[in-house]
């Protein structure tokens, strides 16, 4: 009996020790299976989280970034003398500007360039219709003396004009020198002025005497816009960095980040118009973080078009022309029959023919100005710009162009200042202000629209001639 006793005892203990077993196993199980169900809902969640953000992004576009001031912008023209319209459109000149600009000024002035020749040393004549250089650069050498002056510009090359450069330094300016050619094998051709970090001007027109009477300039002049002001500040402070700089940050600080880009534009009234506003740079190695690259915003500005695309460049060639060998650049030239094919975009260039006009833009312009057809509603039209010259005017070197190099569409105005060809979005320094104004109750003109004036005034003029495969361009450019 002791014996089945201690049995069934030890039999108990046993069948405690499965049933414990059992339950440990239970258990086990369950841990594991609340573990994994952990992980998949983690999973589940991270998913989500990547996915939702880009499933709203799609039903809402990014949002502009507001801006509380209260912008004036006005279009401002360099009309050669001897230049005369039968049109009422008009807008102040470059010089009146940029006086405007320079009486404004009381603590600081910014300005990027590609060079300077305000006193017409360069020709060594005495040249009545330099004098409005001469009184820009005079103001300036003052306020050098009173205010904070800073120059970004291009490294001269040798045997070029300095005297302007030296003298603001004598008066106490700050002058760097940027060496683009050591950079990016370009130059700086940007030309912008940044007033009291709150006024600024953007456009065509170079430091130069022949910029306000000899050649067709067009630019925007921006008051009382801080945000914009500070915006083109930081190109600006890019450029100072590179003067002192012999490598291209990558990436480069977050000081010269930007939140305002084609994508999440400036939101802003402009002249009393709700307006999105951005600015663009290139190349893209100079292009800080939010940054759209000048070719993106031109692109996009094309893709964007309802209705037109008008476009007046003094250069315009699909090649990348100052390398060696010269390459073959399509961007532009291939967005623009894209559209015009694809959604009946009517297109129209205006470009540029004087002395130092390059022979290989003609076969691309011809090619462009093909693509015409009235049955399939295909519209691109090409025109040549003269600016007439006298005898006299003819001996002035490096003058008598519409130098102008902006876009107006039926949404878009772009105001840049670079010529339209590769060199100028792939290596060389430039920059551009792009103004959207297509929600306006306004009952004043938009820039848009101002713009659009602009350019149909000179399409219309007696000085375009239509370009088509049968043209004599030494006939049409007078050379």
């Known amino acids: 009996m002791k014996s089945d006793v201690a049995y069934e005892k030890m039999a108990d203990v046993e069948s405690s020790k499965r049933e414990s077993l059992l339950k440990l196993q239970k258990y086990s199980r369950c841990i594991l299976i609340l573990t994994l169900l952990a992980a998949v809902l ?253 070719l993106q915003a031109i692109l996009s500005i094309i893709k964007d078009a309802q209705r037109f695309v008008y476009i007046a460049v003094m250069d315009y060639l699909p090649a990348v022309q100052f390398s060696f060998p010269k390459r073959y650049w399509a961007d532009i030239d291939t967005e623009l029959r894209r559209v015009a094919f694809e959604r009946k975009i009517h297109v129209r260039l205006l470009i540029s023919c004087w002395n130092n006009t390059s022979d290989d833009m003609f076969p691309f312009l011809r090619s462009l100005a093909s693509v015409q057809d009235s049955k399939s509603n295909l519209d691109i039209q090409v025109k040549i710009f003269i600016v007439p010259s006298s005898p006299s005017q003819k001996e002035i070197p490096f003058a008598r162009v519409n130098h102008n190099k902006y876009m107006v569409t039926d949404r878009v105005a772009y105001i840049g200042t670079s010529n339209w060809s590769g060199d100028y979005f792939v290596n060389t320094a430039g920059s551009a202000l792009v103004v959207n104004q297509t929600s306006t109750s306004s009952a004043e003109s938009t820039v848009r629209e101002q713009l659009q004036a602009v350019f149909d005034r000179d399409w219309d003029s007696p000085y375009s001639t239509p370009l088509n495969h049968n043209s004599d361009l030494k006939q049409i450019c007078e050379i």
């Not at 279009?75 to 459109?89: A, K, Q, R, Y």
């Not at 000024?105 to 006193?119: E, G, V």
């Not at 009477?213 to 067009?218: C, D, F, G, I, S």
């Not at 000081?255 to 880009?261: C, E, K, R, S």
């Open 42 to 294: 983690l999973m589940m969640f991270s998913i989500q989280t990547l996915l939702i953000p880009s499933i709203f992004a799609k039903i809402n576009p990014p949002i502009a970034h507001p801006c509380t001031d209260t912008c004036r912008l006005v279009l401002v023209e360099s009309i050669p003398v001897g230049l005369e319209f039968n049109s009422s459109v008009g807008n102040p000149s470059v010089y009146q500007a940029w006086r405007s600009l320079l009486s404004e000024a009381q603590n600081s002035l910014d300005i990027a360039s590609f060079y300077w020749t305000l006193t017409n040393e360069d020709t060594h004549t005495h040249e009545p219709t330099a004098n409005q250089g001469e009184e820009i650069m005079q103001e300036l050498v003052e306020l050098s003396g009173k205010i904070s002056v800073r120059i970004a510009v291009n490294t001269p090359q040798e045997g070029k004009p300095q005297r302007d450069i030296q003298l603001l330094i004598n008066a106490g300016a700050d002058v760097r020198d940027v060496n683009m050619r050591d950079l990016t094998t370009g130059v700086l051709h940007t030309k912008f002025w940044v007033v009291d970090k709150k006024h600024i001007y953007i456009g065509s027109a170079n430091m130069d005497w022949r910029s306000l009477t000899q050649v067709k300039e067009l630019g925007a002049v921006v008051y009382d816009c801080k945000c914009l002001a500070a915006d083109l500040g930081k190109i600006f402070e890019a450029y100072w960095f590179l003067g002192e700089s012999k490598t291209i940050p990558a990436p480069w600080p977050s000081q010269y980040a930007t939140a305002f880009n084609k994508d999440t534009p400036m939101q802003l009234p402009i002249n009393g118009t709700d307006s999105r506003v951005y600015l663009s740079s290139s190349p893209p190695s100079l292009c800080a973080e939010g940054r759209t690259p000048d």
